[in-house]
């Protein structure tokens, strides 16, 4: 970032809970100064001045949890978000491949159908209705959740998967009723058929990037703790990112979060130099992300008991625990920090498991999360607060999961999920993401689900487990300063301090006043990192 001196004055700028000013002086990227108009501006007779007319500054929104680079390449695939029906999913489908006109036999890619929103048949799509959009292509998309996704015939057999191909360990593809593959992969089976899609080269790496990067700036996020290194490619998203950083066209800053499927791959990535920490303020090394199992909404989350409305059903364990221990072996040798995808009641309790032992009761100096601890009960909790294990959830999941979860797990299971008040009340470190593109980059959705406890029809009027709601400091607080937290930045990020980046966002109204029901509402006018403005309405 450049450097600069400017000085945002006349505004409201929250501080901390129940700390507020009225300006803040900028220098070189940090805060200097906050206070009263009358403190602040006579130390800024050389700085820009920016009249907040009133506005509300809030510190730059963290989101703990997403994935930039899929974010990206969403912006550019068929976006099936909010589609109704499967009619409307093969509409917006065929409506891409007419609007882009892709070669015969090549592969087109989308994103975001959840079926449980289909009006006219609540199944998934399967290869029979993608085939309605294409027999010359290979139509691969995947649910909103990113666990499942669905594909035309053309893409199986360009993929060389039949009836007699092996199931995959921790996956799973259907088989239709004429034996067939019928088109709908599950977890670590998806990538027999994602193995079809490119890899975009590294100038297009830098356009995606760029194109998320853009997008989250306009929704007031400075920093993303984002997923997108793996085992066949962290090397390339590390350039690519970094490349950003150099020339200076970086907006947002990124905690890398990196996932491997083996720990031969994980340790190779090690001692290539690269460790939690390892990096600049624009763009650092963070934890190892696994994944031990799938998501609520596809019945893949791993679960204690079987599923209230699929008996026989438990989900998918992707990962057991013996592998689990050997992966926290090698983080504990190397000092990595462990973030782990767990849903289920019993996959959390199997990460909780795989954590204690590698910790040996030394409290956590490593920061070990668990990403969305979605199904829970008061032990489970009780034991995050115990180890000081840190949850990193998606109060947006709400607007979708209040309306399947006493189905999925039963009405008791239910009732002590999703379970964001209590763990304050524990003293449960959390922060709050969106798992992007799971769900948009849309933080006032995001702080509003969290406050009201409604998904965004306003429904239900009193709230789904009300006594679980946060207040909107708080909810501003778990989105800055905790996600802050996760990276050992809590000293110099999340924070609107003398000392601090001078990372904020702008709003159009007061968050702090308005009525709850429409912080939903609030627009960001203007987002700064490291003081210099990345997006301006």
């Not at 703990?64 to 974010?71: A, E, I, K, P």
């Not at 189905?407 to 449960?428: C, H, N, P, W």
């Not at 946060?470 to 050992?488: K, L, P, Q, R």
Request: charged share 20%; net charge negative; glycine share 8%.
């Amino acid at each position: 970032m450049e450097n600069n001196t400017s000085v945002l004055y006349n505004g409201k700028i929250y501080l901390e809970k129940g700390r507020y000013a009225q300006a803040l002086l900028i220098e070189d990227g940090v805060v200097k100064a906050v206070g009263s108009n009358e403190e602040v501006l006579p130390m800024s007779a050389r700085a820009e001045q920016i009249d907040l007319g009133g506005k509300t500054v809030i510190p730059g929104l963290i989101d703990s949890h997403m994935h930039l680079y899929n974010v990206g390449k969403t912006l550019l695939a068929i976006r099936l978000f909010g589609s109704t029906s499967m009619q409307e999913v093969i509409d917006r489908s065929r409506a891409f491949i007419e609007k882009h006109q892709p070669a015969p036999g090549s592969v087109v890619v989308g994103r975001g159908w959840n079926h449980d929103y289909f009006t006219d048949e609540k199944r998934m799509p399967n290869r029979f209705d993608l085939d309605k959009v294409s027999t010359e292509h290979a139509i691969i998309i995947t649910r909103t959740c990113g666990h499942m996704l669905s594909c035309n015939t053309k893409a199986i057999e360009m993929a060389g998967i039949t009836a007699s191909t092996p199931q995959i360990e921790g996956g799973e593809f259907e088989l239709g009723a004429d034996g067939q593959p019928n088109g709908i992969f599950k977890e670590h089976a998806m990538g027999m058929i994602q193995k079809l899609i490119l890899a975009p080269d590294y100038q297009q790496s830098r356009d995606i990037l760029k194109a998320a990067m853009a997008h989250a700036s306009s929704h007031g996020i400075t920093s993303v703790q984002t997923n997108d290194m793996y085992e066949d490619n962290y090397q390339m998203v590390w350039n690519a990112y970094q490349s950003l950083v150099d020339d200076g066209s970086a907006t947002v800053r990124t905690y890398q979060q990196v996932g491997f499927s083996t720990v031969e791959g994980y340790e190779k990535f090690m001692a290539d130099g690269f460790r939690t920490g390892f990096g600049t303020a624009m763009n650092k090394i963070g934890p190892l992300k696994l994944l031990s199992d799938g998501s609520l909404g596809a019945r893949t989350a791993l679960m204690r008991n079987d599923y209230a409305d699929e008996a026989g059903t438990k989900g998918i364990m992707c990962v057991t625990p013996e592998q689990l221990d050997a992966f926290m072996a090698a983080s504990k040798k190397n000092g990595m920090q462990v973030a782990i995808h767990a849903i289920g009641d019993r996959a959390i309790e199997m990460v909780l498991d795989a954590y204690e032992k590698s910790m040996e009761h030394d409290g956590n100096p490593l920061r070990h999360a668990i990403v969305h601890c979605q199904i829970t009960d008061l032990p489970l909790l009780q034991r995050f607060a115990d180890n000081q294990v840190a949850g990193l959830v998606q109060p947006i999941f709400l607007h979708y999961d209040m309306h399947i979860t006493a189905d999925r797990v039963g009405e008791q299971l239910a009732s002590t999920s999703y379970a964001f008040g209590t763990m304050d009340k524990l003293g449960i470190h959390n922060s709050y993401g969106t798992d992007a593109p799971v769900e948009d980059l849309k933080t006032m959705d995001n702080i509003y689900c969290a406050v009201t406890r409604k998904d965004l029809s306003g429904f239900p009027a009193e709230g789904w487990l009300p006594g679980e709601a946060v207040d909107v400091e708080t909810a501003i607080d778990h989105y800055t300063i905790d996600g802050a937290w996760n990276s050992f930045e809590e000293d110099k990020k999340g924070r609107l301090l003398p000392g601090y980046y001078a990372d904020l966002a702008v709003l159009s109204d007061d968050i702090f006043t308005v009525c709850p029901d429409t912080i939903k509402d609030i627009k960001v006018q203007m987002t700064m990192v490291g003081g210099k403005i990345v997006y301006q309405a």
